[in-house]
């Protein structure tokens, strides 16, 4: 994570930053509702800032499809907190299998680690989990090699939709090599605290119902629109088809508002909700207000020297100014050209534990898909190179190191 102080501190434009749950957002009264959620609370917790312009880029939240059990009892995620909950969790799992006269069955729940949901987000921790277990659990804890266990259970009939079939056949194998199990056209329909109920479809298209026991549950299906967002679609009569997100059109505006732009997992365009479509929405937006500034001084410009030219002494200075004029002129229509946002993919790229990773990449009008140990390297390099600061880079990779030289942290609060 990267502390957003820490980035507007070398800005020079000045910036407010308030650290507060945007509630709601009026947009036919332009403000948007605030509220301090932080355990320390001042005489005000709760108001409100008005705005001319609004970017809504707040992201999305875990789906659970209204499945009886997963808020209760899963773990999510999307934010730093749900991985410090997953840590926490995955180590008292593991003391409690240990715990003094535990039966063999109660042991084999504890240790089963269940993540549902196959896309990148699940692949990616799958694998995470199951080299954690590998580097430093099995040595920590040996009694427990035989029984830990990472399931992956996925709906559709492959992980990894969104990759190339070779990609997905290379991936299920290296899980099999490193004894996860892959559970694919099993739906989960309900969670306990101690259990998943999963419809398989056999092969024949029959279906049964099974209990999953599990220790750990892990949720990555995907992502639900957030209530802030919710709440302002319902109150614009434009977003009423919309079920991904805010519908925008081609620059961003939000469909059924003037001043108010949206980007990122929180706006619905033909783009995938990744990182990737959204820091270049982010960086279009960046680009569209600096012309807007920048075609705002312009007018004033021309306006300033319209009068002045009206006003010329003599021809001299007359000629003078409309030279001026015509070039703020010129300028003034190359900003107005600015395009739509146009999206450029530069690839797909996932780990899949065990220090290999998977890529489609974009490259030169083709395609290009690869996997295994080198594929990881660029991996690592592409992670580095997205890092905002060197600051974050630098921490990155002593975090690398650390954990590969000591093991990974597994302090729990
Ligand atoms: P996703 O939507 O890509 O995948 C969720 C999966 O869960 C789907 O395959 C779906 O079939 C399955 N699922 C849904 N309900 C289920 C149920 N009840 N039982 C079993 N399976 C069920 O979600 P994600 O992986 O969280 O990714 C979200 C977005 O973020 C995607 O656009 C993804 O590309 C992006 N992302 C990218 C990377 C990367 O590039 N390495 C990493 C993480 C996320």
């Known amino acids: 994570m990267e502390p957003l102080r820490n980035i507007l501190r070398h800005k020079t434009a000045a910036v407010k930053f308030y ?9 036919e009264k332009k403000v948007v509702y605030i509220s301090d959620d932080s355990d320390i609370k001042g005489d005000i917790s709760q108001t409100e800032v008005p705005y001319d ?8 939240m875990s789906a659970t499809f209204g499945i009886p059990g997963v808020r209760e009892h899963s773990c999510f995620l999307k934010e730093v907190g749900d991985a410090q909950a997953i840590r926490k969790k995955i180590m008292d799992c593991v003391e409690t299998a240990t715990f003094k006269d535990q039966s063999q069955e109660e042991v084999e729940r504890l240790l089963h680690m269940v993540v549902v949901g196959g896309g990148p987000t699940g692949v990616e921790f799958a694998g995470e989990l199951q080299d954690f277990f590998e580097e430093d659990l099995k040595k920590w804890i040996p009694e427990i090699a035989d029984k830990f266990h990472v399931t992956l259970v996925e709906a559709l009939p492959n992980v990894l939709p969104m990759f190339s079939k070779a990609l997905i056949d ?3 194998k290296v899980f099999k090599d490193e004894k996860i199990t892959v559970r694919t056209k099993t739906m989960v329909k309900n969670v306990t605290d101690k259990t998943i109920e999963a419809e398989i479809t ?8 099974e209990v999953m026991p599990y220790g750990l549950l892990v949720w990555a299906t995907g992502n639900a629109i957030r209530p802030v967002v919710k709440d302002l679609m319902s109150r614009i009569p434009a977003q009423k088809n919309s079920r991904r997100g ?3 059109n081609e620059y961003l505006v939000v469909d059924g508002t003037e001043n108010i732009w949206a980007l990122g997992d929180c706006s619905a365009t033909k783009y995938a909700p990744t990182a990737q479509v959204a820091s ?3 960086a279009f937006l960046a680009r569209l207000f600096n012309s807007m500034a920048k075609t705002q001084s312009l007018e004033d410009d021309i306006h300033r020297l319209s009068e002045l030219k009206s006003t010329a002494s003599g021809p001299e200075e007359h000629e003078k100014l409309d030279a001026q004029l015509q070039a703020r002129e010129k300028q003034l229509n190359r900003l107005k050209q600015m395009g739509p946002f146009e999206y450029t993919h530069q690839g797909s ?3 899949i534990g065990s220090d290999r990773a998977v890529a489609d990449i ?3 009008n083709g395609n290009f898909a690869t996997g295994g140990g080198l594929t990881y390297l660029f991996w690592r390099s592409a992670y580095l190179s997205m890092c905002f600061s060197t600051r974050n880079r630098v921490l990155v990779v002593m975090d690398w190191l650390k954990a590969k030289i000591f093991g990974r942290d597994v302090s729990r609060e």
Do not use: C, F, N, R
């Open 362 to 364: 974009s490259w030169l």
């Open 170 to 172: 290379y991936t299920e």
């Open 246 to 248: 805010l519908a925008v």
């Open 53 to 60: 312009m609004l970017v809504v880029a707040v992201g999305a």
């Open 280 to 282: 270049q929405e982010g």
């Open 349 to 351: 790229l996932a780990y």
């Open 202 to 209: 056999h092969p024949d298209g029959t279906k049964s119902l």
């Open 19 to 27: 650290e507060a749950d945007a509630t709601k957002i009026d947009h």
